[in-house]
Nanobody, 115 residues
Framework: QVQLVESGGGLVQAGGSLRLSCAGS????????MGWYRQAPGKERELVAS???????NYADSVKGRFTISVDNVKNTVYLQMNSLKPEDTAVYYC?????????WGQGTQVTVSS
């Protein structure tokens, strides 16, 4: 059973930074497709960033150049470094693991960016 636990969300002013962490058990992250998604009130959940095989990354156009996804293979943890945050980045952020055609989700962590 894959279990994902996010942490690191909070309240930050525009232009600030946060680092989200996703610790996992039940699978080896570098062997799967890992991703960070977000969902703002009244909007659909959207992909923010993904990493496959521990090094191949993909980003939504809205966060390119500001966010960085990475994997710590020793800690089996996925990170999302978020810089130059904007109010429109406010959302609940979810960690995702796609393994054997099954999606696993964490409980989500709130990120609020004030203007």
């Amino acid at each position: 059973q894959v279990q994902l636990v996010e942490s690191g969300g909070g309240l930050v002013q525009a232009g600030g930074s946060l680092r989200l962490s996703c610790a996992g058990s039940g699978t080896i992250f570098r062997l799967n497709a890992m991703g960070w998604y977000r969902q703002a009130p009244g909007k659909e959940r959207e992909l923010v960033a993904s990493i496959t095989n521990g090094f191949s990354t993909n980003y939504a156009d809205s966060v390119k150049g500001r966010f960085t996804i990475s994997v710590d293979n020793v800690k089996n943890t996925v990170y999302l470094q978020m810089n130059s945050l904007k109010p429109e980045d406010t959302a609940v952020y979810y960690c995702n693991c796609h393994k054997w055609n099954t999606d696993y989700w964490g409980q989500g962590t709130q990120v609020t960016v004030s203007s």
